[in-house]
């Protein structure tokens, strides 16, 4: 299941980031979203989604949720 997918308020494990875009995996490397690391969907909008990992709170884009497996 990808991130889009994802409960609200549920924690869930990431499990896979589907991108060959190294540039991207950069990114969400430094943001500590790696496999094996939790993640939290607390909110979503239409074109976006708020997430918890680690301390932090990030607000992505659906099309970078939907590369996240968890």
Same mark, same amino acid.
């Given at each position: 299941?990808?991130?889009?997918?994802?409960? $609200?308020?549920?924690e869930?494990?990431? =499990?896979n980031?589907? @991108?060959?875009?190294?540039?991207?995996?950069?990114?969400?490397f430094?943001?500590?979203?790696?496999?094996?690391?939790p $993640?939290?969907?607390?909110?979503?909008? =239409?074109?976006?989604? @708020?997430?918890?990992?680690?301390?932090?709170?990030?607000?992505?884009?659906?099309?970078l949720?939907?590369a996240?497996?968890v």
């Amino acid at each position: 299941m990808t991130l889009v997918e994802a409960n $609200i308020g549920e924690e869930y494990i990431i =499990k896979n980031i589907a @991108t060959d875009d190294e540039e991207l995996n950069s990114f969400l490397f430094s943001l500590g979203c790696y496999s094996g690391e939790p $993640i939290t969907v607390v909110s979503r909008k =239409k074109r976006n989604c @708020t997430v918890s990992i680690k301390d932090g709170r990030y607000n992505i884009d659906n099309e970078l949720a939907a590369a996240i497996l968890v």
